[in-house]
Every structure is written in structure tokens, then in C-alpha cells.
């Protein structure tokens, strides 16, 4: 029993982390994208395509955190599908940094974060989420 309440703690918390990521990631992307100031500014060379990847992944963030508060095994495959996607976002990028293209630093360090934050959701989500509809009942 205790082993089964730790897990649901574990559960909760990596759930709301990625809600609040989420959010956090709307914030900051909807100010750069939609705000014509300082945000845009600090911003600096930012790559428009990861930008709006970034954006709009905030939202598939906030349904995969979702789903994992309510133990939901779609949650998993979401999470991982978030983590392969933003895989092949970080090379698109490289294919850009390597055509010359502008570019942030802190752009090369924020897709290696996702990519690792979105991997360990999605292995952490498939190990502890039931994987039948007969074991998620109760």
C-alpha cells in the first residue's frame, strides 16, 4: 500500500510539473509570438519555426499532464509522441544552425532540456500508468 501511495505522489507531482511547463511555455512563446515588446526583444535571433513548435507543443503539454493526473495510458503515448517530436525539431534546428542560419544559444540548450524533461515524462508515464482498462478501474 505505501509503495502504491508513493507512486500516486510521484504521479501528481510529474503531472503538475508538466501542466505548470506547459503554461510557463504558453506564456513565454504567446509573449514573443503575439506581443510586439520587451519579450520579442529578449527573444533575440529566435528560430520562428521552433518558436511556434514550442508554442503550440505547450498546449500538448498541458493535456499530457492532464491525462497523467488522471492516470491515463494515452497520457504515455502522448508524452513520448512529445519527446520524438520535438527530437526531430532539435535536428530541423541543427539543419538550420548548419545552412548558416541565426540563432540563439539558449535555444540549442532548450531543446536538448525538452527533449530530455519530455523523455523522462513519457518513460516515467509508461512504467507506472495501468496498461489495461481493467487495471485503471477502481
Known amino acids: ?5 508513493q507512486r500516486s505522489g510521484w504521479v501528481r507531482a510529474v503531472s503538475a510539473g508538466a501542466v505548470a ?3 510557463l511555455t504558453l506564456k513565454e512563446g504567446g509573449s514573443v509570438l503575439f506581443i510586439d515588446g520587451a519579450a ?3 527573444a533575440g535571433a ?8 514550442n508554442f503550440l507543443a505547450g498546449f500538448a503539454y498541458g493535456v499530457a499532464g492532464v491525462g497523467l493526473w488522471c492516470r491515463r495510458r494515452w497520457a504515455a ?3 513520448l509522441a512529445i519527446a520524438a517530436a520535438t ?3 532539435f535536428v530541423a534546428f541543427g539543419v538550420h544552425v548548419l545552412g548558416g542560419g541565426a540563432y540563439e ?3 540549442v540548450l532548450a531543446l536538448a532540456l525538452r527533449t530530455l524533461v519530455w523523455t523522462a515524462v513519457g518513460t516515467f508515464a509508461w512504467r ?8 485503471s478501474v477502481g
Open 1 to 5: 500500500m505505501a509503495k502504491n501511495t
Open 21 to 23: 511547463f506547459g503554461l
Open 40 to 42: 520579442r526583444a529578449a
Open 46 to 53: 529566435y528560430v520562428p519555426f521552433v518558436l511556434w513548435f
Open 77 to 79: 503515448w502522448l508524452a
Open 87 to 89: 527530437a526531430c525539431i
Open 105 to 107: 544559444q539558449r535555444t
Open 128 to 135: 507506472v500508468l495501468p496498461r489495461t482498462a481493467a487495471s
